[in-house]
């Protein structure tokens, strides 16, 4: 057995130490591991989002969940470190497809869309749309109204959003896109239009 293998041994039973500890809720135990896996794991979030804001979401989010559910680590299926990278490629691979369906659902509810002056019908129905969805937005908790309306009404950027209300950018883009999720559950096939919705 090679020095480096037994070496490799030794740091792998540490951090599988590591992980009972934290299971253990030992917070020093989760420190220790951050400073070893924080930097690697977001330059591989960083490859899959292409976003500062969102590889450090999925960091934060490996984490919580190294937090959470270190007690079912099992090391015969592997290392810590192939299980924290697992982690944070499918956390990267759902952020991204959540931020692709948030997009899309935003570009549906496009309250302003331009409607020709003799669509008597279409005019109705788009008043119809922005009742349901203003009414919708009346039931979101304040804090997620306050940024969704600042966002889509105001027209401000994540950014300007986060230092208006003074909170970071992090939290800004969270209560948007939580906003938007609850928004597509209230409003539902409301939005849908005439057709499907009496279908």
């Given amino acids: 057995m090679t020095a480096e293998s037994v070496a490799g041994d030794e740091r792998g039973a540490d951090e599988v130490e590591l992980l009972r500890r934290i299971a253990a809720r030992d917070e020093r135990a989760i420190e220790a591991l951050y400073q070893r896996y924080s930097a690697p794991l977001y330059s591989l979030a960083f490859q899959v989002t292409r976003a500062d804001r969102f590889a450090q979401d999925v960091v934060q989010e490996v984490f919580v969940a190294a937090w959470r559910d270190a007690g ?72 997620q109204r306050t940024a969704l309306e600042l966002a889509f009404f105001a027209g401000l950027t994540h950014v300007e959003v ?12 969270t209560r948007i896109r939580t906003a938007l999720l609850r928004l597509r559950d209230l409003v539902g096939p409301a939005l849908a239009g005439p057709e499907r919705a009496t279908s």
């Fill in 72 to 143: 079912r680590f099992d090391p015969a299926r592997g290392s810590v470190a192939a299980w924290l990278h697992s982690l944070a490629r499918h956390k990267a691979i759902d952020l991204v497809r959540r931020e692709a369906t948030t997009r899309r659902h935003t570009a549906e509810v496009d309250l302003e869309r331009e409607t020709a002056p003799d669509d008597v019908d279409e005019e109705a129905w788009l008043r119809v749309r922005r009742d349901v969805v203003r009414t919708a937005i009346a039931t979101l908790p304040e804090t």
């Fill in 162 to 173: 986060a230092e208006k209300l003074d909170i970071p950018l992090g939290t800004a883009k």
